[in-house]
């Protein structure tokens, strides 16, 4: 194993190829919050899908961003009715937010076909899914196509959304506070297949240094 001095790393860019077995990228980028993302077409119907690139990227309005590689249905919905809910993906649901990622056609309902039960939002029309711990309604700030250093289409479209509405399932509020650990969520970590839970087991505390 390499010491991670500057002479001994296995240094490549990414232009000329990794000459690894799988690019890296996604294992060293790790673990990864999964943007599991519910919308609602023009037409009223639902959909549900994983989003692999995703995390909070604000507090103060809490704003929260996903990356679609292409014009996906969870694009063009959000786009089209200027919205879309975060729901959290946990361990007991991990396999029915898999089934979500299925290439499906437009007129699936991801809901029906995981066995999961889409209730209204709030204050946006797209669904939330009804068994997950916690849930983000939000409205669309942004869309922005990604473009690399020469200026090319990357085809990936990063969508920013503010939070509009908050869902906790009570279940998860200890002494006013949301039990992360309780709640077991999962995250990438990894290559094709690869995903991590949290747990009690993994917790640990860190108080910032104040001066």
Known sequence: ?????????????????????????????APRPIGW?????????PNLAPYSYFNAVCDVP????????????????AEATGCFVWNLATRP???????????VAPDVDEFVRAGLTATPSRLVPAPRVAESPAALECRVLQVIPLADL?????????????????HI????????????????????????????????????????PTS
């Open 62 to 77: 809490p704003m929260i961003l996903f990356s679609s590689n292409g014009r996906k249905d969870t694009l063009r919905n």
């Open 93 to 103: 649901l991990a396999e029915r937010m898999n089934e979500t990622s299925a290439p």
């Open 1 to 29: 194993m390499s010491s991670g001095s500057a002479g001994d790393t296995h240094f490549y860019e990414p232009s000329a190829g990794h000459r690894l077995p799988h690019d890296p990228f996604k294992a060293i980028v």
């Open 169 to 208: 399932d009570p279940a998860y509020l200890r002494d006013g506070l949301f039990d992360t650990a309780a709640a077991q969520p999962i995250l990438r970590a990894g290559y094709r297949g690869d995903y991590a839970t949290i747990d009690a087991a993994n917790m640990f505390e860190l108080i910032r």
């Open 150 to 166: 020469d200026g090319a289409s990357a085809d990936h479209f990063m969508v920013v959304g503010q939070v509009v509405g908050v």
């Open 37 to 45: 993302i519910s919308t609602v077409d023009p037409d009223g119907r």
